[in-house]
């Protein structure tokens, strides 16, 4: 009797999210997942610890991978879920895999894609908005989950694998849909991360906190400035104007993420770079090329730019939103 192969998923730039996806895709595919010493020796010695909506369990059989001599040869499905800054190093390190793969991102951020782009030619965005953090090695939790996943062909020709991609994911038991326009739900996503995650950042505040009133006015222009770039960039998303995705923002994501530290707070703690040059900062960048000013998203990106080279405030590590 033949059997079906086991789908081979590579996951580069395994933290909190990688290894959260890596630990529910254990059960469909033979998993190998690029991620830091500490985490692969736990992971090893004691399997992936999970804890939260996804399941509490040790999951055994994660392959761990230190560097390209250990990654499989001709992985069915390449996702990337590595921070936005260290895209570029990871599609360096791991080229000769990349290229002539399809590969999906899920990352924070506009602009990892079109990195991507560079190393091989199909290339798929995902977006996730599910509170992902790292407890200790090896060791995961997954807090709230807002709304599916969702991944689209960001450029090339598909020739399936965005469909058995969607398809593993679904298997796995994670929510999961797919797109017929990825960058219209980039943008969807990046209007969460860049109007409350600076902030959280910031100030040390939980999501919930950036509903206080003396905050809403500072997320009402960074919105609206992000609403006059889309608008100049083509863009369309599910609201019709800003104000109609205040009243979702409001009234629906920052109740669902209320408790949660966006992963940007602990990126800020630990001394680490952040994503806000594909965030607030791309807002900017986009606003001055079409001459529309963006003056709350040039200062919120200079301050946590300030933040972020100012070092570690305590240890924490985490991912987010």
């Not at 894609?113 to 995902?126: H, L, Q, S, W």
């Not at 770039?229 to 209320?258: C, K, N």
């Amino acid at each position: 009797m033949s059997h079906a192969k086991c789908p081979v998923v590579l996951i580069l730039g395994a933290g909190a999210v990688g290894l959260s996806l890596a630990g529910k895709m254990a059960g469909v595919a033979d998993v190998y997942a690029a991620c830091r010493p500490r985490h692969a020796a736990a992971i090893r010695e004691h399997g992936l610890v999970m804890e939260g909506i996804w399941g509490n369990l040790s999951v055994m059989g994660i392959s761990c991978v230190s560097g390209r001599a250990d990654v499989p040869p001709d992985p069915d499905y390449i996702l990337i879920t590595a921070k936005g800054p260290d895209t570029q190093a990871i599609c360096e390190e791991y080229a000769g895999v990349i290229r002539e793969h399809p590969v999906a991102t899920l990352q924070n951020g506009i602009g990892n894609e079109e990195i991507i782009a560079r190393y091989t030619g199909v290339v798929i965005g995902g977006t996730v908005t599910t509170n992902f953090s790292v407890i200790g090695d090896g060791h995961v939790r997954v807090k709230s989950e807002s709304s599916p996943m969702v991944f689209g062909l960001w450029s090339g020709e598909d020739c399936g694998a965005l469909d058995g991609l969607v398809s593993l994911v679904h298997e796995a038991g994670i929510a999961v849909r797919r797109s017929e326009d990825i960058r219209a739900a980039k943008w969807t996503k990046s209007l969460l991360n860049l109007s409350v995650n600076p902030l959280c950042a910031l100030l040390s505040v939980p999501v919930g906190e950036t509903a206080d009133d003396h905050l809403r006015e500072v997320i009402g222009h960074l919105i609206r400035e992000t609403f006059a770039v889309m608008t100049a960039e083509g863009v369309r998303v599910p609201w019709a104007t800003a104000d109609d995705y205040l009243a979702h923002l409001f009234g629906v994501q920052i109740r669902d993420f209320s408790a949660s530290y966006p992963s940007m707070y602990y990126d800020i703690s630990c001394g680490r770079r952040t994503e806000i040059d594909l965030l607030n900062g791309y807002i900017a960048a986009l606003g001055e090329r079409h001459g529309i000013p963006t003056p709350y998203n040039a200062c919120i990106a200079e301050l946590i730019r300030y933040r972020q080279s100012a070092g570690a405030g305590r240890h924490i590590e985490g991912g987010g939103a």
